[in-house]
């Protein structure tokens, strides 16, 4: 909701924000007196006004704009004049329907050769004078709004005035000099704000003629009412509502993955997570199950602070299979509730069940609960682990292996995966050594 989009006229001198009725009929713009800080209407055929007028994001604007029906120029005065060691700024919304058919368009302040802002005889928006006919500037881009802000400071002397030209500069803060798209310091034709003359041709529209003594009279924005702005990162990667991957890669085995992610607060309120339950973030989706939040974040987060939570994802260790669950954070701010972004993950796991032996030498089999694809311990009397393992041709072999320890008992572990269907092929490996000295050894079922 806009709190406030008034224009003060402290500092601001002169302003036409065209907010005239809207007639196709050519000279309909001659005799128009709108605005304020002008002595005279304007004077000239053969320019319009048409509806809607120009825009820039978070610029105040109003009323219609002035396009040109066909050339000569036309003609308002002011009541401003700038005066030796002082400054003033100017800005104006300008389009261009044809960059390369248009002959130009621009804002003359002064007579003759005097500076002219826009796009002049050549494809490029710029500041020239008579002493800078032939310099480049920005290239104009066909169908494009631009936003033309230039600072003028004038200077005692002939052709000694300064002038900088920047093209849709940050609202927020001051055009530095340095640097601006183009500058003249120093060299260039008197500056006159007494007189604005705009020539252009019908591919042209100007819009918003601002002058005034600071870059913010030129330059205002829309102000918003308070508000929390809520943005979520991945280290310093932004994730994007609705757009944002938090990626976990391809597990395998009974391998685990965390990821921090932070809540940052860009807005000038309190930002509320508003969940009626806990936790305040929720996980909802294909393979939500596999994905858990493990440190949870602050529920309230003031304005410019942060609060960070860490979300795992524990995947089966059988099988292969992936996981794309939503990642939801209802919130109380206006456009971004609920924030939501994806959480994906996979699993692969080349076989059904493993274990590998990787106990600590000498340990007693029993209650043992390693490897993956197990529903439980071992239930074992009389085995051990061995100090070492035993190998088979070019076989992949990890940890120990297991020897008789004492009275034969049988051992077993119940697999956690299911085989029911009829026909379904699985393959069982072990390594089995024969009996030294009356001991059995299993390495690697």
Not at 323 to 336: F, M, S, V
Not at 385 to 398: F, G, P, Q, R
């Amino acid at each position: 909701m806009t709190l406030s989009c008034a224009i003060t006229h402290a500092a601001l001198r002169v302003y036409d924000d065209f907010d005239y009725v809207a007639s196709g009929s050519p000279g309909s713009l001659n005799g128009a007196a709108g605005g304020f800080g002008w002595t005279t209407p304007w004077t000239g055929a053969l320019y319009q006004i048409v509806e809607p007028g120009l825009s820039y994001v978070n610029l105040v604007v109003t009323g219609n704009a002035m396009p040109r029906y066909s050339w000569p120029q036309i003609v308002r005065h002011t009541s401003f004049t700038l005066n030796d060691g002082e400054t003033t700024w100017l800005s104006v919304l300008a389009y261009c329907a044809d960059a390369q058919t248009s002959g130009g368009a621009w804002l003359k302040l002064g007579t003759g050769n005097a500076l002219s802002i826009g796009h002049t005889f050549n494809p490029n928006w710029r500041i020239v004078d008579r002493n800078h006919w032939g310099d480049t500037g920005v290239p104009v881009v066909s169908g494009q709004t631009v936003f033309l802000v230039v600072r003028m400071q004038k200077n005692p002397g002939a052709n000694n005035d300064s002038v900088w030209l920047w093209l849709n500069p940050s609202l927020l803060v001051e055009p530095q000099i340095s640097p601006a798209n183009q500058s003249h310091v120093g060299n260039f034709n008197d500056i006159d704000t007494s007189r604005i003359e705009v020539q252009m041709n019908h591919y042209m529209w100007f819009d918003e003629i601002r002058i005034g003594d600071t870059w913010q009279d030129v330059m205002p924005r829309v102000i918003y009412a308070r508000s929390p702005d809520i943005a979520l990162y991945e280290g310093a990667t932004l994730l994007r509502t609705n757009v944002g991957v938090v990626d976990f890669g391809t597990l395998s085995g009974s391998a685990t993955a965390q990821k921090t992610v932070i809540i940052t607060n860009l807005g000038d309120a309190t930002l509320f997570l508003t969940a009626s339950n806990t936790p305040v973030v929720s996980i909802e989706g294909d393979g939500a199950a596999y994905l858990s939040v493990i440190v949870f974040p602050q529920r309230n987060i003031a304005s410019g602070g942060a609060s960070s939570f860490v979300i795992q994802f524990n995947p089966p260790d059988t099988g292969d299979g992936s996981a794309a669950p939503q990642l939801i954070i209802a919130n109380n701010d206006p456009d971004e509730n609920p924030y939501t972004i994806t959480l994906q993950g996979a699993w692969n796991n080349p076989f059904y069940a493993y274990e590998p032996f990787e106990y600590d030498a000498g340990t007693p089999l029993h209650n043992q609960n390693g490897g993956q694809g197990f529903n439980g311990a071992w239930l074992s009397s009389g085995y051990k682990t061995a100090a070492d393992s035993v190998s088979y041709d070019l076989l992949e072999v990890h940890g120990s292996h297991v020897e008789r320890d004492g009275t034969f008992f049988p051992s077993t572990h119940a697999l956690s995966a299911t085989f029911g269907a009829l026909g379904q092929t699985v393959w069982v490996s072990y390594v089995n050594v024969p009996l030294t000295n009356g001991v059995a050894q299993i390495n690697d079922p």
